[in-house]
């Protein structure tokens, strides 16, 4: 969850239920005071929700902000008043949707149509079994399997979790991690059910099938076991930040209430997370804040140790490891902006003086990513955008890179269990071409097997489909990189397309320009569909991170605003179509870009938006502000909260016209509190001055993630495709 605490890809991955009836008029009764009741329509049609004005004030740095809708904020989400206000946002987004209605049930059939209703993983091996999983035609969850061959038929696999079963009964369910003991004779696996990503840790035992009477609460969702298949380590979420701080360790058999406390983290900037070197041998303990990380170990098979730091933090060093015999492979920015390689052995590790350099710093390329394996160094990086992998034998052979065609496209390193193994694993994929996976013989560059490649049901030719990479011109000068996508019979540049504008810019998290069954809805009705790699996103390296965070964030703003007016004077779209969407950091872009250019476009879609940047950064309370100072600024120091102020979505509404907007969110949301997008849209339906809608819609049983369920989640995506497909009248 590193670098990415408030990311939402909503495109591939949406992330509500409506109440209705005796349970709304039940809220209702006693509560007019937080609406504004007005007539109804002569159409009988629902009015929109007014909701009360209460000034709130919030005073720093001699500056007094008002608050009208503070009152909205309840942390036990319990308030009657509150509820009965975010349900008649439901009921009014519900009939303003009626005209839409049968699209959007059309569009989701549309969408789970193209989906392979028996669709499994790729299979591999660890240890003594295979492992994937799978699913069964009209089930929502899958199947977690194992066999002894690869090969094994489907009735023959050894089941070893059917999260259907565990799901049942839930209007929400998010499974968590899942780890087998070193011994293939345990199973580990966490549960959400709440979607506030606090687990339930629960063990079963493989050889019986039953679960044990372990049951351990309050955790982040990892398990990580010791070598001695009795003891596993986990993290404890704080209840209130929802921050993992503390490391316990449980021995099987015993009560949660034994567990050994074995690691504390006390600076609440930093998240923490736990892992395992590819060698087995040691369990890896991460601490990382925006801009600083260290690494600690502690022996596998001494699992009542303690963990060791390999390198104390440095504020500004990053660096990550692995692992190769008694060396440590690192992956540093020490002197290295885009990062460089290192190489020591454990015992020098602390000394960097010791360290060898392996591959040198590139002003021009980004290390992202290593693998290594017992004779192969495998090495990805990025340059001016592309990925690349790098083959990098440990003995005296040269170096090779695996070759690629697309003008954009994604490439990275899929599960690759064994360190020994000299096959290497990777997934592949475009906007034209859907995910492969393709395993590399390493003893033979030459061989590459295609292992499975996503299957789209329906009449899907690639053929169809042109992508292409552009640079933008932003008006400092800076090439913004854009991926674009369009069906070839549908498109003509001669600025008459509409054009669907997705954006991130945050943490520095790329939204890599992969395939999406979903966008075909889009394309085949004429859309073209474009990525803006933004800064503050690292899709040309750790430099275009930095220029679209702290004192820099307006860069985001700016280049997704450029980008749009480029494409429409290219001709790519017309300037009356043009609809964006984004979602949780991405959600602070559609409402920063509102805010700036609201002219540019038609229709938007923001999802659980961290718009009310200024308040949350100033309560530590909130899950998230501390560890993200460094993303944003510390708004207690003036310079940061001038700087947030003047882009704060929340803050800078004005009396202008606005797009037509549909905003999402859900009650139960961990990284960006509904209480933020429901304030929003009450200051936005107070200020706006056009006849645009205006829709919220609250998830009451879902979080940050929106639905659970592999279906159910195409019910937000077709929902938002309906409102843009609806307005514009391509239906």
């Not at 890809?9 to 504004?36: D, E, I, P, T, W």
């Not at 058999?253 to 034994?258: H, L």
């Not at 923490?272 to 600690?296: P, W």
């Not at 991926?483 to 003509?492: A, C, S």
Request: charged fraction near 25%; include cysteine.
């Amino acid at each position: 969850m590193c670098k990415v605490p408030r990311y939402f890809q909503f495109v591939s991955h949406s992330r509500v239920r409506l109440l209705f009836g005796s349970a709304l008029l039940v809220l209702c009764v006693g509560c007019a005071n937080s609406l504004r009741e007005l007539p109804m329509k002569a159409d009988n049609a629902v009015q929109a929700p007014i909701a009360e004005k209460i000034p709130h004030k919030l005073n720093i740095h001699g500056v007094t902000r008002v608050d009208d809708y503070f009152w909205l904020r309840d942390d036990n989400r319990k308030d009657p008043k509150i509820l009965a206000h975010l349900e008649a946002e439901n009921r009014y987004k519900e009939s303003e949707f009626t005209p839409f209605k049968h699209l959007q049930e059309s569009l989701f059939d549309e969408l789970i149509g193209r989906l392979d209703k028996d669709e499994s993983s790729v299979p591999y091996h660890w240890h003594k079994h295979w492992y994937s999983r799978r699913y069964q035609q009209g089930f929502e969850y899958p199947l977690i399997v194992r066999s002894d061959a690869i090969d094994t038929p489907a009735g023959e696999e050894e089941i070893l979790l059917d999260v259907n079963i565990r799901a049942d009964g839930h209007d929400f369910y998010g499974l968590g991690g899942m780890s087998v003991s070193p011994s293939e004779s345990m199973l580990a696996f966490a549960e959400d059910t709440l979607s506030r990503r606090i687990y339930i840790i629960y063990f079963k035992d493989l050889i019986t099938g039953e679960l044990l009477e372990d049951k351990i609460e309050g955790a982040d969702g990892g398990v990580v076991w010791a070598n001695d298949n009795q003891h596993v380590f986990y993290i404890k979420k704080d209840l209130q930040t929802l921050l993992g701080h503390q490391v316990f360790r449980h021995k099987l058999g015993t009560e949660q209430s034994q567990d050994v406390l074995v690691y504390e983290e006390k600076d609440d900037t930093y998240y923490i997370s736990l892992g395992k070197s590819l060698d087995e041998s040691r369990i890896v303990l991460f601490h990382e804040s925006t801009i600083t990380s260290e690494v600690s170990i502690l022996d596998a098979d001494e699992p009542l140790g303690q963990f060791t730091a390999l390198l104390p933090r440095e504020e500004g060093h990053e660096y990550s490891v692995s692992k190769l015999g008694n060396e440590y492979y690192i992956l540093t920015n020490w002197l290295a902006d885009n990062f460089r390689l290192m190489r020591v052995s454990e015992d020098k590790f602390a000394d960097k003086s010791q360290w060898q350099e392996v591959i040198g710093a590139n002003e021009a390329t980004r290390i992202e990513d290593i693998l290594l394996l017992q004779d192969h160094l495998v090495v990805q990086t990025r340059t001016d955008g592309i990925s690349k992998i790098e083959i990098r034998p440990l003995d005296e052979r040269p170096p090779y890179y695996l070759a690629f065609n697309d003008p954009a496209y994604v490439v990275g390193l899929d599960v690759n269990a064994s360190q020994a193994s000299d096959k290497l694993r990777i997934y592949y994929s475009s906007p034209t071409t859907p995910e492969s996976i393709y395993e590399y013989d390493l003893s033979n560059p030459m061989t590459r097997n295609l292992l499975k490649q996503e299957k789209v049901i329906g009449d899907f030719d690639s053929e169809l489909y042109q992508a292409e990479r552009v640079f933008i011109d932003a008006r400092d000068g800076a090439k913004v990189p854009v991926t674009l996508v369009y069906r070839k019979d549908k498109f003509q540049k001669d600025g008459t397309n509409p054009l669907y504008q997705y954006g991130y810019g945050a943490y520095g998290h790329t939204i890599e320009p992969d395939f999406d069954t979903s966008a075909l809805s889009l394309l085949d009705r004429g859309f073209v569909y474009a990525i803006a790699h933004i800064r503050g996103g690292e899709m040309l390296g750790r430099p275009w991170y930095d220029q679209g965070r702290m004192l820099n964030k307006q860069h985001s703003f700016d280049d997704f605003v450029d980008v749009t007016k480029s494409l429409v004077a290219q001709g790519y779209a017309a300037s009356n179509k043009v609809v964006a969407a984004g979602g949780s950091a991405g959600g602070l872009l559609m409402g920063g870009v509102i805010n700036q250019a609201p002219e540019l476009y038609f229709a938007v879609a923001a999802h659980v938006p961290f718009v009310d940047i200024v308040t949350t950064m100033l309560d530590e309370s909130i899950p998230l502000t501390t560890n993200e100072y460094d993303e944003w600024g510390n708004p207690n120091e003036k310079r940061y909260f001038d700087y947030m102020l003047s882009y704060s979505p929340y803050d800078q509404i004005s009396q202008q016209a606005y797009p037509h907007l549909l905003v999402t969110t859900g009650l139960h949301d961990s990284q960006v509190q509904y209480f933020e997008p429901a304030k929003w849209v009450a200051k936005l339906r107070d200020n706006k001055t056009d006849d645009n809608k205006l829709l919220f819609h609250i998830d009451m049983e879902a979080g940050h993630g929106g639905k659970s369920g592999r279906y159910r989640r195409y019910q937000d995506t077709a929902q938002e495709y309906a409102f843009f497909l609806g307005l514009l009248g391509l239906k």
